[in-house]
């Protein structure tokens, strides 16, 4: 859902879309960036004895705060823009995901580098660029 949000509000910024069908904005999610998570998989490896570990951030944060932030990073007002779809709730949501990374800071010393809205800010900046080349014909095949 992240990309398709980043995605959309990289889009209607160039104009070339004008709305965002959601679901359900309450639902609240640990988002965490991919390259911190590589690089607590790599600390695991260094470990002697193999153990168990949960890889989050511990924070959770609503779909609708992370549309806000997306729309936000864009310089957009995301309530022009995002048509609530009930056809979109899943049947049987998950309201509340979120991760305990206790373990692993404890005993690998890893915390997440990157916050939610550096996350964000990440991608909707990706996007942007991605959807100006896409526009101007100059777009790398195999990205997105």
Not at 24 to 51: H, I, K
Not at 78 to 86: A, F, G, N, P, T
Not at 88 to 106: Q, T, W
Not at 113 to 121: A, R
Request: glycine fraction near 10%; aromatic fraction near 8%.
């Amino acid at each position: 859902m992240t990309r398709k949000i980043s995605y959309a509000v990289a889009r209607i910024k160039h104009g070339v879309q004008e709305k965002l069908h959601l679901g359900n904005l309450d639902a609240r999610r640990d988002w965490g960036f991919a390259g911190d998570y590589v690089e607590a998989m790599w600390t695991m490896l260094q470990c002697e004895e193999p153990d168990d570990y949960v890889v989050a951030t511990g924070e959770t944060h609503s779909v609708g705060e992370f549309v806000a932030r997306a729309f936000e990073r864009a310089g957009l007002d995301w309530q022009k823009h995002v048509v609530i779809d009930e056809t979109l709730f899943r049947p049987a949501e998950v309201d509340l995901l979120v991760g305990s990374p206790d373990k692993a800071k404890r005993a690998l010393g890893w915390t997440p580098k990157v916050t939610f809205h550096g996350l964000v800010d990440m991608m909707v900046d990706a996007d942007i660029a991605l959807v100006g080349e896409e526009l101007n014909g100059t777009a790398k095949r195999g990205r997105g």
